[in-house]
């Protein structure tokens, strides 16, 4: 069967984004029953195929889930919010379940109460909305599989001591799988991970509350780990215990649920019957599909990496040929160059094509949690998202959904206000939440804006003066947007009363480190009582760029295109000085210049000439000009890393191989102009 699981995986998440979507839908328009046969239907057709490849606690629950909707479309049961809550609950669940497979799992997980609340709903009795949920704490404790308590005995052996770690995190801890992360690599340097409890793959997605408890093996400490899991920020307690190995027993093994013996013909039996089914009342529309399909291949993203490998270095080779006909000046093979290099960017435009996903892929789980939040916080609010079409290299797609969530739910916990202040403020009771995505020249913008409170900024600068991040003297200088900086600070938070939701400012250092690290930059523009726009601006691709290669003394810099405006040069008497800076009027403004031989420190062998070359650059709204020796042409370049131990370079963001095999570092505008 396993040559089936892959589809199965894939399948399987498009009819559980149908239903979340569906069931959104199905809130705002309750009586519409062609909108419950959709999600019948994909229910019906996840139902089946997991069935079929054995997973059986999977097609259980969709079978339970299943039964609710039939007896909506049959008029038995009225759709409530609060029955919406139980039926999202259960795809929760079944993502988790899909999720655990992909991840080499079993799919099992213990679903009984959804199931019991399914059951209750399928007998007539509707949940009602409860005032205050119940708080309780479970108590998580480890069980141990014949394999695991193997494992064990063998360390003991070795003379390594078995502990169990009870963790549990802050309640304001908003990036929670970073922090399991930091946890695991703590006690890895001390020793190894044997267990986790919720699993790894649930503690990967923050599928879990605050707490959870990890078996580890170490000749350390009880002490020693204590320490050292305690070093890790946003962990409220921590508890080791020593475990005596010998009096442990370990738990029954599960048998395996899937039988060998399903033969292929009942998979294509099956997948016929779904096909079947789902062809009801749209047979048009399945021809049109059939069309698509056909036409589509599902490509793994690690053979595109490959291939986005082998096309740099194609990249760095063609730009040895195109120099070694320049010299050579041989007018055919100057021509049969100039051909390859046209193939080789419309090859490249390819490459990059197929690597590009639509932003929707992350936007598509945003309409489910906002709806969520809303009803937690006792808000009105109404998602927009524009621009969903807008496409990123997957690389990007892959990091940058985090980052989104936590600054969706900041904007709509502490940015958007409750329905009574709204009307008191004379604003509508709903209030407005924007995601958009755009393309700008080699990069995009995602912003996400909200029609709440603002920041307060007076608030912000004196969180900043207690907690020392700055001074009171120099907080009397700083404009709106460099206030607004402040809450990007390690830890810092405007929240007066810590939310378990979200606080505005807590966990946004680390929204702030991801988007940098892909190359991007988050800014802020804010306006008390009118709302909050937080920007962010990523590079369409992460690895060629087409750059302006310059020339300091003898030395080769390439700076990318997309910070450019324009290239000039000047006359020596045409540079000005204001506050202690030199400067020049560059159409009607006045900009800075900086020496890039002073910047990094070039040995001077040329003499300074009376003219000077510049490159007028631009983030945001603030320019400078970069003085260089000479120009020397635009050309594409494979981005390279400087490795680890550069990482610190001021103002380089890289490097790059030129034809001539000599290295040209990549210049990082965007420190410059800070």
């Known amino acids: 069967m396993s040559q089936y699981l892959e589809i199965f995986i894939d399948e399987s998440k498009e009819h559980l984004q149908t239903i979340n979507e569906q069931l959104l839908e ?9 909108i419950v046969n959709e999600i019948f239907r994909s229910a019906h057709t996840l139902k089946g195929m997991s069935a079929t490849m054995g997973f059986e606690d999977l097609a259980n ?3 339970q889930m299943e039964n609710v909707l039939d007896g909506i479309r049959n008029h038995k049961i009225t759709v409530t919010p609060e029955l919406l809550d139980v039926v999202f609950r259960a795809v929760d669940d079944l993502e988790a379940m899909v999720n655990s497979i992909a991840s080499g799992g079993d799919g099992k997980r213990d679903v009984r109460e959804v199931v019991q609340q399914l059951k209750q709903i399928e007998q007539g009795d509707v949940p009602t909305r409860k005032t205050e949920p119940p708080s309780t704490t479970p108590t998580l404790t480890q069980t141990y599989g014949e394999f695991e308590y193997n494992v064990l005995q063998h360390s003991k052996e070795q003379g390594f001591h078995t502990y169990e770690i009870h963790v549990k995190l802050r309640a304001d801890c908003l990036l929670k799988a970073a922090r399991v992360f930091m946890v695991f690599d703590a006690l890895n340097q001390v020793g190894e991970v044997i267990k986790a409890n919720p699993p790894v793959e649930l503690l990967e997605e923050e599928k879990f509350d605050q707490e959870f408890v990890v078996t580890v093996v170490s000749k350390q400490s009880a002490e020693q780990l204590y320490a050292q899991v305690s070093k890790v920020s946003e962990v409220e307690e921590v508890t080791v215990t020593a475990i005596d190995v010998d ?11 899937l039988e060998v013996s399903q033969t292929e013909a009942a998979v294509t039996a099956a997948k016929e019957e779904q096909k079947e089914e789902k062809a009801e009342g749209q047979k048009e529309e399945k021809e049109q ?11 793994n993203i690690e053979r595109l990496d490959i291939l986005m490998n082998l096309f740099e ?3 760095i080779d063609r730009g040895r040929l195109e120099q070694i006909s320049r010299e050579l000046n041989h007018p055919e093979l100057h021509e049969t160059v100039e051909r390859m290099s046209r193939i080789s960017s419309d090859l490249q435009n390819i490459i990059l094509n197929m690597r590009m996903v639509p932003v929707e892929t992350v936007f598509n789980r945003f309409p489910r949690m906002v709806r969520q939040l809303a009803r937690d916080l006792g808000k009105k609010i109404n998602l927009e998202i524009i621009g969903a079409e807008t496409e990123l290299d997957r690389t990007v797609i892959d990091e940058i959904g985090d980052p989104l969530v936590h600054l969706l739910r900041n904007a709509i916990d502490h940015g ?16 407005t939440v924007k995601l958009k995505a755009y393309h700008s020249g080699n990069h995009v913008f995602i912003e996400i804006e909200d029609d709440g409170a603002g920041i307060n900024r007076e608030k912000v600068l004196q969180k900043a003066i207690n907690k020392g991040i700055i001074s009171k003297q120099n907080a009397a200088n700083l404009t709106d947007k460099q206030v607004y900086e402040l809450i990007f600070a390690s830890g ?7 939310s378990d939701i979200s606080g505005r400012g807590v966990g946004l250092d680390v929204v702030k480190s991801t988007i940098e690290s892909l190359g991007g930059s988050v800014t802020i523009d804010s306006h008390e009582g009118v709302g909050s726009i937080f920007s962010i601006q990523l590079p369409l691709t992460l690895s060629i760029i087409s750059v302006m290669l310059v020339e ?4 080769k810099y390439a700076i990318p295109l997309s910070s450019i405006i324009e290239t000039a040069i000047i006359k020596k008497e045409d540079i000005l000085h204001a506050h202690h800076q030199k400067v020049i009027d560059f159409r009607g403004k006045v900009v800075p210049l900086l020496f890039l031989k002073d910047v990094f420190e070039v040995p001077v062998v040329k003499e300074e000439e009376d003219f000077f070359s510049v490159v007028i650059v631009r983030k945001g709204e603030k320019m400078a000009g970069l003085v260089v020796d000479s120009f020397i042409g635009q050309q594409e370049v494979v981005l390279k890393s400087l490795g680890n131990y550069l990482t610190s370079v001021f103002a380089i963001s890289g490097a790059t191989i030129l034809g001539d095999g000599q290295v040209a570092l990549i210049i990082d505008c965007n420190a410059l102009i800070k």
Do not use: C, M
């Open 289 to 299: 599909h059939k069309a698509v399909a056909n036409k589509t291949i599902r490509v």
């Open 26 to 34: 199905l809130e705002k328009s309750p009586d519409d029953l062609s």
């Open 416 to 431: 958007i206000e409750t329905p009574e202040v709204r009307r008191a403020k004379g604003k509508p009771e709903e209030g």
């Open 61 to 63: 629950l969709t079978h």
């Open 247 to 257: 009096k442990l027993r370990p738990s029954e093994l599960t048998p395996p649920q």
């Open 313 to 315: 270095e194609l990249v």
């Open 492 to 498: 810092f938070s405007t929240a007066d009363k810590i």
């Open 552 to 555: 300091i003394q003898y030395e």
